[in-house]
């Protein structure tokens, strides 16, 4: 049973553009959610978080938006740039014990020049 | 400083051999975890230590075993591998307190099992 799913494998923009990236989660016991960035043979990189008490969390180019009766958020990027290409992974965790972080598929964006 | 040390790098290993992967951090994290990830699949945790204790072993075969030497590192240990073992080993870690959650990761050891 997959607790959270990114049902869009790949996602290709144009640079400037927005880039849309989404997540579903069915377990409601999460409270706090997670965007990776990952590049081929290397570890995730920390992009933003977000806690469920708040609705949208922005950090320059990268905003997340969630939407808890839903049980969806999404991350956005604006503008898009060459550089942002990589597979994007969702992640949340629920608080109490350790916390595990239950990932997503992951979604792999192309930004093209 | 939001730095985890993996080593090595690379890693061949044939099936009869034993070695081990380090992890390193020096946040203050008291929260650390093996993934596994494998080609175009995301991470498959492994093993949490919180407080240097292993709190989750997702039932990882024994040909696995990891330690905590101190809050600081963590090793994970590998006897008589088989191929299907070879992946990418990603080490995490996370601060247990404030309200900040993130968990970051080492750039990852990449095994092949021959």
């Known amino acids: 049973d997959q607790q959270v799913k990114q049902n869009s494998p790949s996602l290709s923009v144009q640079e400037g553009r927005i880039s849309i990236l989404n997540c579903d989660y069915t377990n409601s016991m999460f409270d706090y959610f997670l965007w990776y960035k990952k590049y081929p043979a290397e570890g995730p990189t920390f992009l933003i978080s977000i806690s469920s008490i708040k609705d949208k969390n922005e950090d320059g180019r990268f905003t997340v938006f969630l939407n808890k009766s839903a049980k969806h958020l999404s991350l956005h990027i604006v503008p898009s740039q060459p550089g942002d290409s990589a597979v994007y992974f969702c992640?949340?965790?629920?608080?109490?014990?350790?916390?595990?972080?239950?990932f997503g598929k992951g979604t792999k964006l192309t930004v093209n020049p | 400083d939001t730095e985890v040390t993996q080593t090595p790098k690379h890693l061949v290993m044939g099936m009869t051999n034993k070695k081990s992967l380090k992890c390193e951090q020096h946040?203050?994290?008291?929260?650390m975890y093996w993934y596994k990830q494998k080609a175009k699949k995301p991470p498959e945790l492994m093993f949490v230590y919180s407080y240097e204790k292993l709190s989750i072993n997702e039932s990882v075969p024994s040909r696995f075993s990891p330690e905590c030497p101190n809050s600081s590192l963590l090793n994970l240990h590998l006897h008589a591998l088989q191929p299907e073992d070879s992946a990418l080993y990603l080490c995490?870690?996370?601060?247990?307190?404030?309200?900040?959650?993130?968990?970051?990761f080492g750039q990852g050891t990449r095994l092949t099992v021959v």
């Open positions: 946040m203050g994290h008291r929260a």
């Open positions: 995490a870690s996370k601060s247990r307190q404030g309200p900040h959650r993130e968990a970051f």
């Open positions: 992640a949340a965790s629920a608080q109490g014990g350790s916390e595990k972080l239950v």
